[in-house]
């Protein structure tokens, strides 16, 4: 019998991949890339910063260099790297969706076998409830979660690149805290927007736009996008909305966006991941299980949401790549459409 080394070694790289996501969590939950920035070097001084073993902060480290996360070694001194970078506590840090990934997802990844064998989340398996639920009852995690999502917003400094918003009345359906729109509006001065979103979360998004772009430029409105959206608009945005609700709630939402467009020349630009069921990639179709592991949602194809669209009178116009396999889908009207 012949024996496939490549094969064999393909899948142990496949087996122990949740190995290195545990062993980076370990190292974020200790504060190595911090304690490392800070200029501790060496095994005896990590583990004093770290109060762990000097043996297992050695081992630790050991694979962590391997895998990339340091350089250096315990005898010419650790330093940091691009990907420990990423890790240091602070803004944009990727710290918190590290230790969520490796706490509470975790757990709901453990039931990965009863989520995809009944297409129901494995979180709600793992707590007894529903992830929101739980987000209401633990503001630690429900900050960090939070945290998780600015820190996976790095995509929308490119949005204005890929859409011309200039001079535009841009409305933002399910706006969140407002940071797309501000980007979107620094990026085009003679362009005013309306973010909707439902009323608990408001208040931030105003508190952030009027800070950021001025109370004149900008209007935040309490609503809910399945009974209708703000009228008048030129362009309006769908960014990371869709995956949570069924197709005939999507539907109705694109057709509240196709009524409420000030013309024929107005567009719905949705901005999301989308999975590829050909040649697919691996975050996209990853990130599809991970919200079934999470909240019993998918992510959808891009044919799909283009027959969502047409249903609601839309077309797809054009499309353009945006970073972390993020996709801006521009939707014209299929005929001109008055309010
Ligand atoms: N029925 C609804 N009407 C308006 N907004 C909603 C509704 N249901 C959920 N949302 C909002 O949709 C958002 C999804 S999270 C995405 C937020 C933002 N677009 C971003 O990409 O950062 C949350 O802010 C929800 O509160």
């Known amino acids: 019998m012949t024996v496939d ?3 064999t070694r393909d899948v142990v790289d496949i087996i122990t991949g949740g190995w290195r996501a545990q062993a980076l969590y370990t190292a974020v939950r200790l504060g190595l890339p911090d304690h490392v920035a800070a200029g501790c070097d060496n095994d005896v001084e990590l583990a004093k910063a770290t109060g762990a073993s000097e043996g297992g902060v050695h081992r630790l480290m050991r694979l962590l ?12 001194g650790y330093r940091g790297t691009r990907v420990s970078a990423a890790l240091v506590d602070g ?7 590290c230790l969520l990934y490796g706490e509470e997802f975790h757990s709901a990844w453990n039931h990965a076998p009863h989520a995809i064998s009944t297409e129901s989340s494995g979180f709600e398996v793992a707590y007894d409830q529903p992830f929101y639920a739980y987000l209401a009852e633990a503001p630690a995690t429900a900050r960090r979660f939070q945290r998780t999502m600015n820190a996976a917003s790095m995509f929308f400094h490119r949005v204005p690149a890929a859409f011309d918003f200039e001079g535009k009345k841009v409305v933002d359906v399910g706006g969140g805290g407002g940071q797309l729109l501000a980007t979107v ?10 973010l909707l979103d439902r009323e608990h979360m408001t208040a931030k998004a105003r508190e952030y736009l009027h800070a950021e772009v001025g109370a004149k430029r900008v209007e935040v409105v309490d609503g809910d996008m399945f ?5 008048g608009g030129d362009v309006y945005i769908l960014c990371r909305v869709l995956a949570g609700h069924g197709d005939e709630d999507v539907v109705r939402v694109f057709e509240h ?3 409420a467009m000030a013309d024929a020349s107005s567009r719905l630009l949705i901005l999301d991941r989308f999975v590829e069921d050909e040649n697919p990639t691996v975050l996209p179709a990853l990130w599809d299980l991970h919200l079934l592991m999470t909240t019993g949602g998918e992510h959808r194809t891009a044919d799909r949401v283009t027959r969502l669209l047409e249903r609601a009178g839309l077309f797809v116009e054009r499309t353009a790549d945006l970073p972390m ?6 939707a014209a009207p299929r005929t001109p459409q008055r309010a």
Not at 65 to 74: D, I, L, N, P
Not at 185 to 194: C, E, F, Q, Y
Request: proline content about 7%.
């Open 5 to 7: 080394v490549q094969a």
């Open 65 to 76: 260099v391997a895998m990339g996360v340091f350089t250096g070694s315990a005898a010419t």
């Open 91 to 97: 803004p944009q840090s990727l710290r918190d969706m």
């Open 185 to 194: 509006l620094r990026a085009a001065p003679d362009a005013t927007g309306t």
């Open 227 to 231: 009974t209708g959206v703000p009228k």
């Open 257 to 259: 966006c196709r009524r």
């Open 325 to 330: 396999e993020t996709t801006a889908l521009v």
